[in-house]
């Protein structure tokens, strides 16, 4: 697997890069700017670019405005977005419209290195990461009107599994049920959402969080405040 790294920081970028090359990743090169990403990428597009969302000159959304350029011009390019702490409507903006080749984690992500690198390897192979605070916090409580109020506890659970990419198998040792069982959520959720059934795990996930930003029932800066509180927890 072949990634391009844009981080304003040389020492992250530097010692990320020592990591992946550990672990049999190629690092063909690295970003201190946006813009100067965009750029590599086109010259020679990798399997999957990571990116520090705050970067040069202002540090606000830089590495996300990127993101999303580099998923319309180049689609078999994978994105995976890092940010410091989770900021749910900076995250919607990125997932919004796509269920594939997508990440969005938090930089603490990258201390536990193997499971760092096998989300680097589901985005590349067409799957979708997305972390899982920002999971806990966009499905612990559906408004009213809202499709995910009529699923149940258990199956937004399930479904908060699914968007950390558990199988079938993975979801039902997580939660001590049968696989049938957990199909037989996946047949509910499906139905609640009105979402095609041969959809992929991932396109689900998206679903509810495109829905989130479209319904507008939210306040962002008020779910931002409370995952800020639940990173600093962390």
Not at 14 to 24: D, I, K, N, S, Y
Not at 120 to 138: I, K, M, N, Q
Not at 188 to 199: E, G, H, K, R, S
Request: glycine share 6%.
């Amino acid at each position: 697997m072949h990634v391009i790294l844009a981080d304003d920081a040389v020492v992250v970028r530097e010692g990320l890069a020592r990591l992946l090359a550990e672990h049999g990743i190629d690092v063909l090169a690295q970003a201190s700017t946006a813009e100067e990403l965009v750029q590599l990428v086109a010259a020679d597009p990798p399997d999957v670019a990571v990116i520090d969302i705050r970067m040069p000159p202002s540090f606000t959304d830089e590495g996300l405005r990127a993101a999303r350029e580099i998923r319309e011009t180049y689609p078999q390019v994978a994105t995976v977005v890092l940010s410091q702490y989770i900021d749910v409507e900076y995250a919607l903006k990125l997932v919004t419209g796509t269920s594939e080749r997508v990440g969005y984690l938090l930089k603490d992500r990258i201390a536990d290195v193997a499971e760092f690198v096998a989300a680097l390897r589901r985005v590349a192979a067409g799957g979708t990461v997305v972390e899982p605070s920002l999971v806990d916090e966009l499905l612990a409580a559906p408004a009213a009107g809202d499709p995910l109020a009529e699923l149940t506890r258990r199956e937004r659970e399930v479904l908060g599994l699914i968007a950390q990419g558990k199988t079938d198998r993975g979801i039902a040792e997580e939660l001590f049920v049968t696989r049938k069982t957990v199909e037989a959520h996946m047949r509910n959720i499906l139905a609640n959402l009105d979402l095609l059934a041969d959809a992929s795990e991932n396109r689900r996930v998206h679903a509810v969080l495109a829905f989130r930003r479209a319904s507008g029932r939210r306040d962002p800066g008020k779910a931002r405040r409370r995952v800020l509180v639940d990173a600093q927890r962390d």
